[in-house]
């Protein structure tokens, strides 16, 4: 018999009856995955995109395993430009950047990805609920958030690594914390324009409790921008983790790390040694670019979906 009634409450209940959601959500439609697909295909940037994310998500895996030179061990060759040798040169300290550019997505990415998803679990976890609750605890987690989001990030990110110390697990929160706010906001304005729809309708007339709606009807609607913005988060973490290193309150030498290199070199530039800070600036840029891209795609696909 079909689901399709003229009563929402009926239709509802059939639904709830069956184990099946009234609405499988915007990312359970076929017709977004189509699109996405079709964006990636065919559109140059994003393909780029996802090329550039593929191979840096590689190097996090192997880069180390796959480098001509130890990254933290260093040569007898101190500041010698690229060459067959080393093809990005050494540092002052005679490392070998190339070796070093190639293993620090280890650090870099692993910060960001695991940084990330501490930030949208949270995040949507507390933007979703607190909506869906009010009163004043829904409003003390949103003003919470509101205050995190009124300081200069990377002022407060310093700030907190500086107190708590320079260890990775202490970076990777302060990251989660400084994202966490716009994860909030977005799941929020999702939830606010989705609850009053008329399968949120159906299911609180089938006597669905607002948890079970929130959770079963709302959440998988409300995740597609959700998504479409992780990849340009994970990006802007790269960032911050580089941004907190280079000012020397992130992750410390000799490790490999695109800020923490930069830093190292940077006082060289004007001697004409350009090359230990040229080289790890550019793989970050073009990283933190092809995150972009590929959310830009999925935001293309989001659109065309719309």
């Known amino acids: 018999m079909s689901l399709i009634t003229e009563d929402p409450g009926e239709q509802a209940s059939a639904g709830l009856a069956s184990g099946a959601t009234i609405d499988p959500g915007v990312l359970g439609h076929p017709g977004l995955w189509a699109h996405v697909v079709d964006v990636f295909k065919r559109e140059l940037i994003p393909k780029i995109g996802l090329g550039i994310v593929v191979v840096v998500i590689f190097l996090m895996f192997f880069g180390p395993l796959i480098t001509p030179h ?181 992750v410390l030498p000799p490790t490999a790390e695109w800020g923490s290199m930069i830093s190292s070199g940077s006082s060289e530039v004007i001697l004409g040694t350009w090359w230990p800070s040229v080289f790890p600036g550019l793989a970050m840029a073009i990283t933190v670019s092809g995150f972009a891209a590929v959310g830009d795609g999925i935001q293309t696909a989001l659109r065309r979906e719309g």
Do not use: K
């Open 70 to 250: 130890s990254p933290i061990a260093a040569t007898q060759y101190v500041n010698v430009p690229p060459s067959w040798a080393h093809w990005f040169g050494t540092d002052a300290s005679g490392l070998d950047i190339f070796s070093r550019v190639i293993a620090a997505p280890r650090i870099d990415l692993s910060i960001a990805l695991i940084a990330t998803a501490l930030a949208v679990v949270v995040g949507s976890a507390i933007g979703l609920f607190a909506t869906f609750a009010g009163g004043p605890i829904g409003e003390l987690a949103i003003r919470t958030t509101d205050t995190i989001q009124a300081f200069p990030a990377l002022i407060l990110a310093i700030i907190v690594v500086v107190l708590t110390g320079h260890s990775i697990d202490n970076i990777i929160l302060v990251i989660a914390i400084l994202n966490m706010p716009l994860y909030v906001r977005l799941m929020r304005s999702q939830v606010l324009s989705l609850r009053e729809r008329a399968f949120v309708e159906a299911a609180r007339a089938s006597g669905a409790s607002e948890f079970a709606i929130a959770w079963r009807q709302v959440l998988p609607n409300a995740l597609a921008p959700i998504v479409a913005q992780v990849s340009v988060t994970i990006g802007w973490a790269v960032l911050a983790t580089a941004g907190l290193s280079f000012l020397g309150a992130g």
